[in-house]
């Protein structure tokens, strides 16, 4: 066994560097790496393997993020600047199914509209249009020229929200709503500066709330967006958690006028009752009195009364 001096010290990269010297003069240096160096290098070499894998297997070479269309507009899908000629052969699919194949002059599938240079045609596009767009383009000896993969998404316009005001017992309640509301994105504006809130119903706290106080809500999505018109919430200390309001209007107010306009309807019906039986009342007497009349006539008294019992006449003198 030889005897072994060590010493070691820090290096300027932060690495131990470590010197084993025996009696002969023999030196052994060692460099000890800290462990948070050696985590950094680990990462740094996994990345260096994760963009490789990449470049070795590509995801998709003419695969585009999705083209965001409102419905009822007209859609143009090319092959980003290459043009089809009279003699090659074309073809688009949809969601995998053929909507058109061109082969040479010939046409074979023309469920859809194309151009001259190739490009697909839809006019006044649909939800149900949405989808996978596949085009592929080869010449006349069967080379592939180029080829297209571009993703469709049709949304409907955003109707104009309204936002619905109920007082709770600590605050009040804003309800952003609107008619067929799907993938939206919610914003709100407080007193015309914008909110930090994307939620639909949105809360405020009585501390929170100052007279005069207005509030909106503008719903977006990837074609178009609309904002509702503000409201100012107004909320008593006694009835926060009873009071609602719908468009602007206290709920109690609401009831009682539609109470009023049932009672007044019910009014009406009730007099329209009553002139029908008035009405109807005299012709039932009249017809009971001719049926008394018909009886009497028929009855044998009348029918068979002898001439000598007519009321005598008393005559004088």
């Not at 002059?105 to 006019?123: M, P, R, T, Y």
């Not at 936002?163 to 504006?189: D, F, H, K, P, Y």
Request: aromatic share 8%; charged share 25%.
């Amino acid at each position: 066994m030889f005897d072994l001096v060590k010493s070691c010290s820090l290096t300027p990269t932060h690495s131990q560097r470590c010197t084993y010297r025996n009696l002969h003069s023999f030196e052994l240096v060692i460099l000890k790496q800290s462990s948070s160096e050696t985590r950094v290098k680990m990462l740094l070499n996994l990345t260096s393997i994760l963009f490789s894998l990449i470049f070795m297997f590509p995801l998709g070479k003419f695969v585009s993020s999705c083209i965001y269309k409102a419905a009822g507009d007209k859609v143009v899908l090319s092959f980003d600047g290459a043009k089809s000629q009279e003699d090659n052969d074309l073809r688009w699919t949809h969601n995998k199914q053929k909507v058109y194949i061109r082969k040479g002059s010939q046409i074979k599938v023309n469920k859809l509209n194309v151009n001259e240079d190739g490009s697909l045609i839809l006019e006044n596009i649909q939800k149900d249009q949405s989808g996978e767009y596949k085009g592929i383009m080869y010449d006349a000896d069967g080379k592939l020229i180029t080829e297209t993969v571009q993703e469709l998404c049709v949304l409907e316009p955003v109707a104009e929200p309204i936002v619905l005001v109920e007082c709770v017992e600590n605050g009040v309640n804003l309800n952003c709503t609107a008619v067929n509301v799907t993938e939206v994105v919610v914003s709100w504006m407080k007193n015309g500066k914008k909110a930090n809130m994307t939620h639909a119903v949105l809360h405020i706290s009585s501390s929170e709330l100052k007279p005069g106080d207005t509030f909106s809500c503008t719903l977006r999505n990837q074609i178009s967006k609309k904002s509702a018109k503000n409201v100012e919430p107004e909320c008593s200390e006694t009835d926060k958690s009873e009071k609602k309001y719908l468009f602007g209007l206290d709920l109690w107010w609401t009831l009682v006028i539609l109470t009023g306009g049932g009672g007044f309807l019910l009014i009406l019906f009730i007099i329209c009752l009553v002139c029908v039986s008035c009405c109807c009342r005299p012709n039932k007497r009249k017809a009971k009195r001719e049926e008394q009349h018909q009886l009497v006539s028929l009855m044998p008294y009348h029918l068979n009364q002898p001439d000598d019992q007519q009321k005598p006449v008393t005559s004088f003198g």
